[in-house]
């Protein structure tokens, strides 16, 4: 029984558990750098693109009805990178290993590039900016999930003279016939196109 002139003080309101919204924070941050990120290097690159010429290519018109368009196995490059496209392989539907995998709503069109850092300090380079046009002019982009359980990196930085080899993932409708890729240094540059056939 409580003495009325000593009453009971107030429960204590149970302490929030901050362990969730640092996880949330983390992982909202990490994604936010690796898919649209490359926000850090807007600032030098925007200002300094040596790519001869932008990218004149209308959207929605064939690669192949372009001006700028370079041949296959061409070197490209636009801003602080030269592209280089390796080798295509055959249509995917998923992939990944046994445990951690993506499955295409279509089917994963497998780009091997490299990518060389032609200037004269790191450049940090982002798969998500990088495009494939179909052969009906049709532009998709990359699926960054589906890079992550392809590559070891699909966001790093690059010292002056290095190459990055890298596998991009694009998910298209099946059928689908690639025509060209276009490569940027940064979201924001003008980009470059290369024919893949």
Same mark, same amino acid.
């Not at 280089?84 to 279509?106: D, H, N, Y």
């Not at 089917?107 to 380079?125: G, M």
């Given at each position: 029984?409580?003495?009325?002139?000593?009453?009971? &003080?107030?429960?204590?309101?149970?302490?929030?558990?901050?362990?969730?919204?640092?996880?949330?924070?983390? #992982?909202?941050?990490?994604?936010?750098?690796?898919?649209?990120?490359?926000?850090? %290097?807007?600032?030098?690159?925007?200002?300094?693109?040596?790519? &001869?010429?932008?990218?004149?290519?209308?959207?929605?018109?064939?690669?192949?009805?372009?001006?700028?368009?370079?041949? &296959?196995?061409? =070197?490209?490059?636009?801003?602080?990178?030269?592209?280089?496209?390796?080798?295509?392989?055959?249509?995917?539907?998923? #992939?990944?290993? =046994?445990?951690?995998?993506?499955?295409?709503?279509? =089917?994963?069109?497998? #780009?091997?590039? *490299?990518?060389?850092?032609?200037?004269?300090?790191?450049?940090?380079?982002?798969?998500?900016?990088?495009?494939? %046009?179909?052969?009906?002019?049709?532009?998709?982009? @990359?699926?960054? =999930?589906?890079?992550?359980?392809? @590559?070891?990196?699909?966001?790093?930085?690059?010292?002056?003279? @290095?190459?990055?080899?890298?596998?991009?993932?694009?998910? #298209?409708?099946?059928?689908?016939?690639?025509?060209?890729?276009?490569?940027? *240094?940064?979201?924001?540059?003008?980009?470059?196109?290369?024919?893949?056939?």
């Amino acid at each position: 029984m409580t003495n009325p002139q000593y009453p009971l &003080p107030y429960p204590r309101p149970p302490r929030r558990n901050r362990t969730a919204l640092w996880i949330t924070l983390s #992982v909202l941050a990490f994604f936010l750098l690796l898919c649209g990120g490359c926000v850090g %290097i807007i600032a030098t690159s925007a200002d300094d693109t040596d790519s &001869p010429g932008g990218n004149s290519v209308v959207a929605g018109t064939a690669p192949d009805e372009a001006d700028d368009l370079a041949p &296959p196995g061409s =070197e490209v490059r636009d801003g602080k990178f030269a592209f280089t496209v390796t080798r295509i392989e055959a249509p995917a539907k998923s #992939v990944g290993g =046994e445990f951690l995998s993506k499955s295409a709503q279509g =089917e994963f069109v497998l #780009v091997h590039i *490299d990518v060389t850092n032609t200037s004269d300090r790191p450049q940090s380079y982002c798969g998500g900016n990088q495009k494939l %046009i179909d052969t009906q002019g049709r532009e998709f982009t @990359n699926d960054t =999930e589906a890079e992550i359980y392809l @590559n070891d990196d699909v966001y790093t930085d690059i010292n002056p003279g @290095n190459k990055f080899s890298v596998i991009l993932a694009f998910d #298209v409708p099946v059928g689908t016939t690639p025509a060209a890729l276009e490569f940027h *240094d940064s979201m924001f540059s003008g980009g470059v196109r290369v024919a893949v056939r």
